[in-house]
C-alpha cells in the first residue's frame, strides 16, 4: 500500500510537470506568433487559443494589446485576426477584458467586428475587477525578447530533432500544427464513426484519425462538419507503452 501511494504520488508529479511544460511551450507559440507576426498569423494565434480555450491572463493580455492596436486597421485579413482576438477574449470568460470589447464594439470601423466584438462582450459577467488598460504590455519590449530567444533557440537546436513530446500538443490544434510540433507518426489509421450513417446528421466527427507515436501515446483527429478538409485534435493520449501500430 505505502509504495502504490509513493509511485502513485510520482506519475501525478510527472504527469503535472509534462503538462506545466506542454502548456508553457505553447503559449511562447502563441506569443511569438501575435509579437512578430502578421495579421495571418495573429488569426491562426488567435482560432488555437480560443479552440485551446486559452485562460493565461498573461497570454491574454498581450492578445487585448494587439486587439487595441489593430483593430482599425483596414484589410480583409486585419479584420479577421481582431473578430478571432475578440473571441478568444470572450472565450476565456475573464471579465478583465470587458472594457476592451467594450470599446471595440462601439469605436471598430468595420460592422463585422463590431458585432463579434458585442457578442463576445455578453460571454464576460459583470464582476467589478480590474480591466486591461490599452499600453499595459509593452509589445516592442516582448518583441524584442522574443526575437532574442528565437536566435538563441536556433542556435541551440541546429543539427539537433527539435520536435517536442506528443504532450506539447493541445486540443483544437490542426493536424498540421500537431505534426509540426511532434513530427510525423510512426504509424497512423482512420475511420468512420457512427454519426456518418445518420442521414440527417450534418455535424462533424463523422470520421477519426488516430495517429500513433511508438512510446509516447496518440493523437486523435476529428473534422468540424462531414465536409470539412481541416483535421483538428479532440485528444491526446499519454501512453510510454505504445507500440506505434494499430
Known amino acids: 500500500m505505502k509504495y502504490w501511494i509513493i509511485n502513485t504520488i510520482l506519475a501525478l508529479t510527472l504527469l503535472f510537470s509534462i503538462n506545466v511544460y506542454a502548456t508553457d511551450y505553447v503559449d511562447r507559440q502563441h506569443i511569438n506568433q501575435l509579437v512578430m507576426g502578421g495579421p495571418s498569423s495573429q488569426r491562426q494565434a488567435a482560432q488555437s487559443m480560443y479552440r485551446a480555450e486559452e485562460t493565461n491572463t498573461k497570454v491574454l493580455d498581450i492578445a487585448a494589446e494587439v486587439l487595441f492596436q489593430n483593430y482599425n486597421k483596414p484589410g480583409k485579413t486585419e479584420v479577421d485576426a481582431a473578430a478571432w482576438l ?4 470572450g472565450a476565456s470568460k475573464n471579465p478583465r477584458y470587458r472594457s476592451v470589447l467594450k470599446i471595440v464594439s462601439r469605436q471598430a470601423d468595420n460592422a463585422k467586428l463590431r458585432k463579434y466584438a458585442g457578442s463576445s462582450l455578453k460571454k464576460l459577467s459583470g464582476k ?7 499600453g499595459s504590455v509593452n509589445l516592442a519590449k516582448i518583441r524584442k525578447k522574443a526575437k532574442k530567444n528565437a536566435k538563441k533557440n536556433a542556435a541551440k537546436q541546429s543539427g539537433s530533432n527539435s520536435k517536442q513530446s506528443i504532450s506539447s500538443v493541445q486540443k483544437g490544434m490542426s493536424m498540421q500544427e500537431a505534426y509540426n510540433l511532434a513530427g510525423d507518426p510512426t504509424s497512423s489509421r482512420s475511420h468512420v464513426t457512427g454519426k456518418a450513417f445518420s442521414p440527417f446528421y450534418y455535424g462533424g466527427d463523422t470520421s477519426r484519425v488516430i495517429a500513433y507515436y511508438k512510446g509516447q501515446g496518440r493523437i486523435i483527429f476529428s473534422q468540424s462538419n462531414k465536409y470539412s478538409r481541416t483535421w483538428r485534435v479532440v485528444e491526446v493520449l499519454i501512453n510510454p507503452n505504445e507500440s506505434g501500430y494499430p
Open 128 to 134: 467589478e475587477v480590474k480591466q486591461y488598460k490599452k
Open 86 to 89: 475578440c473571441k478568444t477574449l
